[in-house]
């Protein structure tokens, strides 16, 4: 996704229900995505990640979906709990190691 | 296994200044990547390096420069600090560069620079 970096959009959930966080990437080259949680203060951390070949893969209580006929992406987290409260981005690689991430979501969860 | 380590965690630089931070990748880990964080602009590619090459270089100044040693620690420097150029810097390691058995990078914790 391309970098906006402007404004972040949060999503709120209740602690239980399952959310859905969405990113659109840009380049249809990209072969390679991952998704990462990042807490105040912390440097990103990685959640789980998927190749261009796949459409679907899942983690524990996170599943990501790709969609490459409309470059997107999805994060679903399962139950979420107040530890999920974070911002969470999509990265997209094509060329190297080098990443480019989507703006980010907040997400908030209410206890 | 230790994660990434950047060093320091924090700095406070003036203008005009130049300044030099470090990364430890995981070990045995050759790659590294750094990345500027802003709220303006978000997460930014710097560079990447492997093999002690510098592998790709993203939109920024020449001012903006870095390196990685025998070890795989990497460095990275800017020169002529300007006021926009407090951010979060964040360095980023890789086992592999590229190619079909690429895997996740590992972020550090970053270096927060301030300029003032």
């Known amino acids: 996704g391309e970098s906006v970096g402007l404004h972040l959009p949060t999503l709120s959930v209740q602690e239980g229900d399952n959310s859905i966080i969405n990113c659109a990437y840009s380049?249809?080259?990209?072969?390679?995505f991952i998704w990462y949680k990042q807490e105040s203060g912390k440097g990103p951390q990685f959640i789980i990640d998927?190749?261009?070949?796949?459409d679907k893969r899942q983690g524990q209580r996170v599943t990501v979906l790709l969609n490459k006929t409309v470059k997107h992406l999805s994060l679903q987290i399962a139950a979420t709990q107040p530890g999920d409260s974070a911002v969470y981005f999509c990265a997209e690689n094509n060329a190297g190691n080098m990443l480019t991430f989507g703006g980010g979501t907040r997400l908030m969860v209410k206890p | 296994k230790a994660g990434v380590t950047q060093t320091p965690r924090y700095l406070i630089k003036t203008r005009g200044q130049q300044v030099t931070l470090s990364c430890s990748p995981i070990s045995g880990h050759r790659s590294v990547s750094w990345y500027q964080q802003t709220p303006g602009q978000g997460l930014q590619f710097l560079f990447e390096?492997?093999?002690?090459?510098?592998?790709n270089k993203g939109n920024f100044p020449g001012r903006f420069s870095g390196r990685q040693f025998s070890n795989s620690r990497s460095e990275m420097n800017v020169s002529t600090l300007e006021l926009g150029d407090s951010a979060l810097y964040l360095c980023?390691?890789?086992?592999?560069?590229?190619?079909?058995?690429?895997?996740?990078?590992?972020f550090g914790q970053g270096t927060r620079l301030t300029v003032v």
């Open positions: 980023a390691s890789s086992e592999v560069w590229g190619g079909a058995g690429k895997t996740e990078a590992f």
């Open positions: 998927i190749r261009s070949n796949m």
């Open positions: 390096y492997f093999s002690e090459t510098q592998r």
């Open positions: 380049n249809s080259a990209s072969d390679y």
